[in-house]
């Protein structure tokens, strides 16, 4: 099955801060989501982007899908950013579950 | 738009017992609803996939007769844990997606089942 693999795993930073995360997949996508597990363990979906560049407020993403990568950049970080970040990726229609990658553990500092 | 609920957001049972977690979509029509599973510090497993009247079609691995998935409406779909036991203690969340592209997926909140 399709691959995926994010970067960074851990990631701690200043408040104010800008970050790219980052999320690799083995095999063409139709779906590729970026998510916010919140401590309560609430999926936020940030984007759905299988391809093309989208931005909404201080965070935006980029899929260059024929490169197989996806980037999350996330700008004038604040405490609520904090939590884990999840790439996960879908091929072969609307019936096939997400593959999720390991996420990125993000820690925003005051 | 696009709210997905689910029912009971924590659960506590004995082993043996089978719990029932129910998945709503509340303001639009799934023609497909997903079930996962997350132990704790771990990413995401796909556990089955279900599409309304239909039978559910479930990963490797994962028992059918002891998750007994049934999506009986485009609304509505539920996960039954049979026969628990303390191995299946873990964090179930479901997903849902209307009649795409696009084939964006919406996250209910998740439940946490502790099997003792």
């Known amino acids: 099955g399709i691959q995926v693999e994010q970067s960074p795993p851990d990631l701690i930073l200043q408040e104010g801060a800008n970050s790219t995360l980052r999320c690799n997949f083995s095999?063409?996508?139709?779906?590729l989501q970026w998510f916010h597990q919140n401590p309560w363990g609430q999926l936020i979906n940030l984007f759905y982007i299988p391809s093309g560049t989208k931005q909404n407020g201080r965070l935006s993403a980029t899929t260059v899908a024929t490169e197989r990568y996806s980037l999350l950049y996330i700008s004038s970080s604040q405490t609520t950013d904090s939590g884990v970040y999840f790439c996960a990726v879908g091929s072969g229609g609307g019936a096939d579950g997400l593959t999720f990658g390991k996420g990125t553990h993000l820690i925003i500092q005051p | 738009g696009a709210v997905v609920s689910q029912h009971p957001s924590r659960v506590i049972c004995k082993s043996g017992t089978s719990v029932k977690i129910e998945c709503r979509s509340l303001?639009?029509?799934?023609?497909?609803m997903f079930w996962y599973r997350q132990f704790p510090k771990q990413s995401l497993m796909l556990m089955a996939t279900s599409n309304e009247g239909s039978k559910a079609t479930y990963e490797q691995g994962v028992e059918k007769d002891k998750f007994l998935i049934n999506h009986a409406s485009l609304t509505l779909s539920t996960l039954t844990v049979t026969s628990a036991h303390p191995e299946d203690s873990s964090f179930y969340i479901c997903?849902?997606?209307?009649?795409?592209?696009?084939?964006?997926?919406?996250f209910g909140p998740g439940t946490r089942l502790t099997v003792t």
């Open positions: 095999d063409s996508v139709n779906n």
């Open positions: 303001d639009f029509q799934a023609t497909t």
């Open positions: 997903s849902a997606r209307g009649h795409g592209p696009p084939y964006e997926q919406y």
